[in-house]
């Protein structure tokens, strides 16, 4: 058996990698993101908006770009004979592809940097927490964002800023009405 230096990138099978990117709205080409092959299906909700609409709609989840590096690493792989192709041919043939997993794999990192900072920021601003008691808090629990919001919200009392927040959504479907 040959080595091919694809499946040091390959951390999931392509059954797992496919349910997960099913999950998210497919991108038509587009030359300036051509390495973009799917995208969140919701848009993230402004700053303005209470804390656990923003938890609802998924702003604070796992980045879809993870799941696309992923893909792109696989079809590299497939592409791949490895009884017939040695080291440089197998880079021939799959040098779009690490490209496009490259890529991924940097807008990944940047785009996981930018929502934990803006979970950080929101959490400690709707429960009036410093960083360190907030992880603190994360650091003991196991269950998703919705259901740490409802823990916090349980046991610490919400913000003025973020009871606003609140308030003002509420106005708002009254004078809908």
């Known amino acids: ?87 440089r041919d197998q880079i021939d043939k799959t040098t779009i592809d690490i490209a496009r997993y490259r890529r991924l794999v940097m807008d990944f990192e940047k785009e996981e940097q930018n929502r934990i900072q803006e979970f950080v920021e929101s959490f400690t601003k709707a429960f009036n927490l410093t960083r360190e008691e907030l992880y603190a808090n994360l650091e003991t629990w196991e269950g998703d964002v919705l259901s740490f919001y409802d823990y916090l919200s349980i046991s610490y009392p919400l913000s003025s800023y973020e009871s606003r927040k609140i308030a003002r959504k509420q106005s708002r479907k009254s004078k809908k009405k």
């Not at 973009?36 to 879809?64: A, Q, Y």
């Open 1 to 87: 058996m040959q080595y091919c230096y694809l499946d040091t990138f390959i951390k999931h099978s392509e059954e797992v990698v496919n349910a997960k990117l099913s999950q998210y709205q497919k991108l038509n080409y587009n030359r300036f993101m051509w390495w973009r092959t799917h995208c969140d299906k919701t848009e993230p909700l402004s700053k303005r908006v209470p804390l656990r609409d923003r938890i609802v709609n998924g702003d604070f989840e796992f980045s879809s770009y993870y799941w696309q590096a992923q893909s792109a690493a696989i079809v590299g792989r497939n592409k791949l004979d490895l009884a017939k192709d040695d080291y």
